[in-house]
Nanobody, 121 residues
Framework: QVQLVESGGGLVQAGGSLRLSCAASGSIRTIGSMGWYRQAPGKQRELVATITGGGITNYADSVKGRFTISSDNGKNTMYLHMNNLEPEDTAVYYC???????????????WGQGTQVTVSS
């Protein structure tokens, strides 16, 4: 079994910062691409940022220059550093990853349970 667990969400004022973490655990042989997505009330889930196993990053235009995605392969953990937060960033943030199981050697895509980020104006 593989699990993704997010942490670090909370309430912050506009202009503030937060750091989200996503820890992968379980029967993991290899982690491929990982990413952060978010879903605001009444809206579809959208991509925030992704990072490949080789460290190549990609960002949504709305967060470029404010958010930074990174990973610590030794800890099977991904981070999202969010600076200069805006009320429009309020959403549930989800972690996503492509992971090869040690037991089956099969690649599967996994989601975390989500962590709430609320930015007050």
């Amino acid at each position: 079994q593989v699990q993704l667990v997010e942490s670090g969400g909370g309430l912050v004022q506009a202009g503030g910062s937060l750091r989200l973490s996503c820890a992968a655990s379980g029967s993991i042989r290899t982690i491929g691409s990982m990413g952060w997505y978010r879903q605001a009330p009444g809206k579809q889930r959208e991509l925030v940022a992704t990072i490949t196993g080789g460290g190549i990053t990609n960002y949504a235009d709305s967060v470029k220059g404010r958010f930074t995605i990174s990973s610590d392969n030794g800890k099977n953990t991904m981070y999202l550093h969010m600076n200069n937060l805006e009320p429009e960033d309020t959403a549930v943030y989800y972690c996503n990853a492509d992971i090869m199981s040690r037991a089956t050697l099969i690649w599967l895509n996994y989601w975390g349970q989500g962590t709430q980020v609320t930015v007050s104006s």
